[in-house]
Nanobody, 122 residues
Framework: QVQVVESGGGRVQAGGSLRLSCTASGSIFSINIMAWYRQAPGKQRELVASIPALGSADYADSVKGRFTISRDNAKNTVELKMNSLKPEDTAVYYC????????????????WGQGTLVTVSS
């Protein structure tokens, strides 16, 4: 009923920048929180940044000052602008939509994207 697709991953050198984009589609009326997670090799999936429909964004300590999350509520999109990338940022990045209310009346649904790989080389 709801699909989430992210794009923009790739390979960059340390210190470089990259922008990830995500679009949620389907019969969506609203989305409470949109977020970016990542999973590095050998590690658990972790929250990178999140942003509610109304209010300020929240960031993991490891990316504060370097990453910026933004969203367009009308288009159900969210972006993650990543600057000053480090090798430690290498991971598969996932887009997550939470607290979805559909146009057909379903409430509090959630959906995950398939992930996009970000590789930061030294």
């Amino acid at each position: 009923q709801v699909q989430v697709v992210e794009s923009g991953g790739g390979r960059v050198q340390a210190g470089g920048s990259l922008r990830l984009s995500c679009t949620a589609s389907g019969s969506i009326f609203s989305i409470n929180i949109m977020a970016w997670y990542r999973q590095a090799p050998g590690k658990q999936r972790e929250l990178v940044a999140s942003i509610p429909a109304l209010g300020s964004a929240d960031y993991a300590d490891s990316v504060k000052g370097r990453f910026t999350i933004s969203r367009d509520n009308a288009k159900n999109t969210v972006e993650l602008k990543m600057n000053s990338l480090k090798p430690e940022d290498t991971a598969v990045y996932y887009c997550h939509a939470d607290g979805i209310v559909t146009s057909t009346g379903s409430r509090y649904l959630e959906a995950w994207g398939q992930g996009t790989l970000v590789t930061v080389s030294s």
